[in-house]
C-alpha cells in the first residue's frame, strides 16, 4: 500500500505526465457526454427496442465498443469502428499491394501518406455504415415517431436521412481527432483508449444487472457472485499471460570493427509472440459467422434447423465452429502480419545469424517453423478466450457480464491497460523513479520482431 502512494505521488509530481493525465481524462469525458446526446428526431423514450437488440452479437460488440451510444441513437453511435475497419484494410494493403508496402517503406513521409488514406476510407466507410444504421433504427423504431428536423411530418432521404449521416459521419472523425489529441498531447494510445473506455463503461451496467439477477433468486447467490468474480480474475491473468507471452529465438551477432570502435559479438533474442495476431481473429470470425444467418434472413430460411444452429450463440456447432474459424484466421493472421523472409534478411543484413542454422532459406525456414508451433497453442487459447462467455452463460450468468468473460472485449481491455501502464511506467523510469511493480517493467503488447 506504502509503494502505492509513492507511486501516485511520485506520477502527480511529474508535471508533464501529470498534465498529459489530465488532458486525457478531459478529452474522455467530452467523448462519454457525446455518446448520451441523442441524434435529431429521435425520442429517447422510444429506444428500448433498440437497446434490447444491442444486447448479443454483432450489435451488441459494437455497443460494446462504443460505450452505448449505438443504442442511445448517439451522434457517437458508430464510435471509432468505422476507422478500425479502415485501418484493418489499408493494414492489410500494405502486405500485399506493392505501392502500398513501397510507402510503407519510405519512414516517415510515407507513414502520413498511408495515415491520409486511412482517415479518407474512414470518411467513406462512415457513410455507408451510417446509412445502414439508419435503415436498422428506423426498422427497430417501427411505431414510434420520427421527427423531421427540418419540420414537417414527411421523413424522406434528403430531410432526414442525409443530414443525419452526415452528422454520424462527423461524429466519428470527431471521436477519431480526439484519439490522435490523446495520442499526441495525452498518454500515448488515443484509439486503443477510446475503445477501452467504451468498453469500461459498460462494465459497472453489467455488474450491477448480475448483482440484481442474482438477488432474485434465493439461497447462496452471494456466495456465487465471489465464485464468479473470482473466476473472471483467473481469465483476467490468462489474457495478461496470452497478451504477454512470447518464445526468445537466440541471435548471434558477428563482429564488425568501423574505425576504432568494435560493434556486435553479442548474443541478443528476438521476441516471438504466442499470439501475434491479437484479436483481429475473433474479430473476423465473428462477422464470417454472420455472413450466411444475414443472407438466409433475407432468403427467408432463418427457421431452418442450420439457421438456428448457427443463430444460437451458445449452442455447441455454433461456437464449435467459431472456435475452429479463430484458430483458422490466427494463423491466417500471423502469417501475413509476421514474415520469416523479412526477419531472415534483416538478420543477415545486420551480421546476425542462428547457432547452428545457416543464413538464408535455413533461417527462414527455421522462422517458419517456430511461427508454426508457437502459434498453434495461442490460437487453440484465443479460440478458448473466445467461446469463454458462450460458457460461462451456461453457468446462468447474464449475457452482459459473460461478455467481460473472453471474447474481443476482454483482450482489448487487457491490452490497453497494459500498454497504459507501460507509457505511466516509462515516464517514471526516464525520470529516475521505482516502476509500477518490483518483479519488473511492465510488457504491454508489443515485444513481436
Not at 457517437?76 to 500494405?94: E, K, N, R
Not at 468474480?229 to 496470452?242: D, E, P, R
Not at 511461427?371 to 450468468?397: C, D, E, N
Request: glycine residues 10%.
Amino acid at each position: 500500500m506504502k509503494r502505492f502512494i509513492n507511486t501516485i505521488k511520485n506520477i502527480w509530481g511529474i508535471k508533464d505526465l501529470r498534465d498529459r493525465i489530465l488532458f486525457t481524462l478531459g478529452l474522455i469525458l467530452v467523448y462519454r457526454i457525446g455518446s448520451y446526446i441523442i441524434i435529431p428526431g429521435i425520442n429517447s423514450a422510444d429506444l428500448g427496442a433498440l437497446q434490447s437488440q444491442t444486447q448479443d452479437g454483432v450489435l451488441g460488440l459494437l455497443n460494446m465498443f462504443s460505450g452505448g451510444a449505438f443504442s442511445n441513437a448517439s451522434i457517437f453511435a458508430l464510435g471509432i469502428m468505422p476507422y478500425i475497419t479502415a485501418s484493418i484494410v489499408v493494414q492489410l494493403l500494405t502486405m500485399v499491394v506493392p505501392y502500398f508496402m513501397k510507402m510503407q517503406r519510405e519512414g516517415e513521409s510515407g507513414r502520413n501518406k498511408i495515415n491520409q488514406i486511412t482517415r479518407w476510407l474512414t470518411v467513406i466507410v462512415t457513410i455507408l455504415q451510417s446509412f445502414a444504421y439508419l435503415a436498422n433504427l428506423r426498422n427497430t423504431l417501427q411505431g414510434a415517431h420520427v421527427f423531421n428536423i427540418f419540420g414537417g411530418s414527411d421523413i424522406t432521404f434528403m430531410n432526414w436521412v442525409l443530414p443525419i449521416s452526415i452528422l454520424l459521419t462527423c461524429g466519428t472523425m470527431f471521436v477519431m481527432w480526439l484519439g490522435e489529441r490523446i495520442t499526441d498531447k495525452g498518454i500515448g494510445n488515443g484509439i486503443s483508449i477510446i475503445i477501452m473506455i467504451g468498453i469500461i463503461a459498460r462494465l459497472p451496467f453489467a455488474l450491477f444487472a448480475e448483482f440484481a439477477s442474482r438477488m432474485e433468486d434465493q439461497g447462496g447467490q452471494l456466495v456465487m457472485l465471489f465464485v464468479e468474480l473470482i473466476v473472471w480474475l483467473v481469465v483476467i491473468m490468462l489474457c495478461i499471460l496470452l497478451v504477454q507471452g512470447t518464445r526468445r529465438v537466440p541471435v548471434q551477432y558477428a563482429k564488425r570493427i568501423v574505425g576504432n570502435k568494435q560493434y556486435g559479438g553479442a548474443r541478443q533474442y528476438i521476441p516471438i509472440k504466442i499470439n501475434a495476431a491479437g484479436v483481429m481473429p475473433i474479430i473476423f470470425a465473428q462477422a464470417i459467422m454472420f455472413i450466411p444467418v444475414t443472407i438466409m434472413g433475407f432468403s427467408g430460411n432463418a427457421s431452418s434447423k442450420f439457421a438456428q444452429a448457427l443463430t444460437n450463440f451458445d449452442g455447441l456447432w455454433y461456437n464449435l465452429i467459431f472456435g475452429l474459424m479463430v484458430i483458422v484466421f490466427t494463423y491466417f493472421y500471423t502469417a501475413v502480419a509476421v514474415n520469416p523472409k523479412q526477419m531472415s534478411d534483416d538478420m543477415k543484413k545486420n551480421g546476425g545469424f542462428i547457432p547452428g542454422v545457416k543464413p538464408g532459406k535455413k533461417t527462414e525456414e527455421f522462422f517458419d517453423n517456430i511461427l508454426s508451433k508457437v502459434t498453434l497453442p495461442g490460437s487453440i487459447f484465443l479460440a478458448i478466450i473466445a467461446i469463454l462467455p458462450a460458457i460461462i452463460r451456461l453457468f446462468g450468468v447474464n449475457s452482459q457480464f459473460a461478455q467481460f468473460y473472453g471474447g474481443t472485449s476482454l483482450l482489448i481491455l487487457v491490452g490497453v491497460v497494459l500498454d497504459t501502464l507501460q507509457q505511466i511506467e516509462s515516464h517514471l523510469l526516464m525520470r529516475h523513479y521505482d516502476g509500477l511493480t518490483k518483479t519488473g517493467r511492465i510488457k504491454g503488447r508489443g515485444g513481436n520482431y
